[in-house]
C-alpha cells in the first residue's frame, strides 16, 4: 500500500489545475536541528490572514484558508491567468513527535511560518490542537 503523503502528492500533480474548487500552496519543511524546531513556510501572497487556520494533530500538520480573487476592472480581458484562488487544503506529515506548547505560526509578507518545537517523546500528538497565529503587516 502506497503512503499517504505519495497518493497526495500524486493527486495534486495530477488533478486539474482548481480541481475540487482549492488549490494546495507551495511549502518548504526543514529540521532545524539547532533550534530543536520543524520549520514550514507556506506560500501564500494574496491571502487574508484571518481565513488561515493551522492544526496539528494525528502526526499531521493541516493548513486551511482561503485567497481571494483579486478585483478586476470590468472593462479589462482576461489574457492569461496562473494565479490560484479559492479555498485551500494542505495537509503534511510530520516526521518526527511536536510539541503544541510552544507552537507558532506567523504571516508575514505572504508568507506563512510555523514553527514547531520537537517533542521528547517518541510519540507523535494524537489531539487535534489549533496553533495561534500572529499576523504581521509590512507597512507599504
Same mark, same amino acid.
Given at each position: 500500500?502506497?503512503?499517504?503523503?505519495?497518493?497526495?502528492?500524486?493527486?495534486?500533480?495530477?488533478?486539474?489545475?482548481?480541481?475540487?474548487?482549492?488549490?494546495?500552496?507551495?511549502?518548504?519543511?526543514?529540521?532545524?536541528?539547532?533550534?530543536?524546531?520543524?520549520?514550514?513556510?507556506?506560500?501564500?501572497?494574496? =491571502?487574508? =490572514?484571518?481565513?488561515?487556520?493551522?492544526?496539528?494533530?494525528? =502526526?499531521?500538520?493541516?493548513?486551511?484558508?482561503?485567497?481571494?480573487?483579486?478585483?478586476?476592472?470590468?472593462?479589462?480581458?482576461?489574457?492569461?491567468?496562473?494565479?490560484?484562488?479559492?479555498?485551500?487544503?494542505?495537509?503534511?506529515?510530520?516526521?518526527?513527535?511536536?510539541?503544541?506548547?510552544?507552537?507558532?505560526?506567523?504571516?508575514?509578507?505572504?508568507?506563512?511560518?510555523?514553527?514547531?518545537?520537537?517533542?521528547?517523546?517518541?510519540?507523535?500528538?494524537?489531539?487535534?490542537?489549533?496553533?495561534?497565529?500572529?499576523?504581521?503587516?509590512?507597512? =507599504?
Amino acid at each position: 500500500m502506497r503512503n499517504h503523503d505519495e497518493i497526495l502528492e500524486f493527486e495534486r500533480l495530477f488533478a486539474p489545475r482548481g480541481a475540487h474548487g482549492r488549490f494546495e500552496p507551495n511549502t518548504d519543511v526543514h529540521l532545524d536541528e539547532a533550534d530543536g524546531t520543524i520549520v514550514v513556510h507556506v506560500e501564500l501572497a494574496g =491571502a487574508d =490572514a484571518e481565513s488561515l487556520h493551522v492544526t496539528v494533530g494525528d =502526526a499531521y500538520l493541516t493548513i486551511a484558508g482561503e485567497r481571494a480573487p483579486r478585483d478586476v476592472s470590468r472593462q479589462a480581458s482576461l489574457l492569461r491567468r496562473e494565479i490560484q484562488y479559492g479555498a485551500f487544503f494542505k495537509q503534511l506529515h510530520l516526521p518526527l513527535p511536536v510539541r503544541e506548547e510552544g507552537a507558532t505560526a506567523v504571516y508575514r509578507d505572504g508568507i506563512l511560518t510555523i514553527r514547531l518545537p520537537l517533542a521528547q517523546s517518541k510519540n507523535l500528538p494524537v489531539v487535534r490542537t489549533e496553533i495561534r497565529m500572529t499576523v504581521r503587516r509590512t507597512p =507599504a
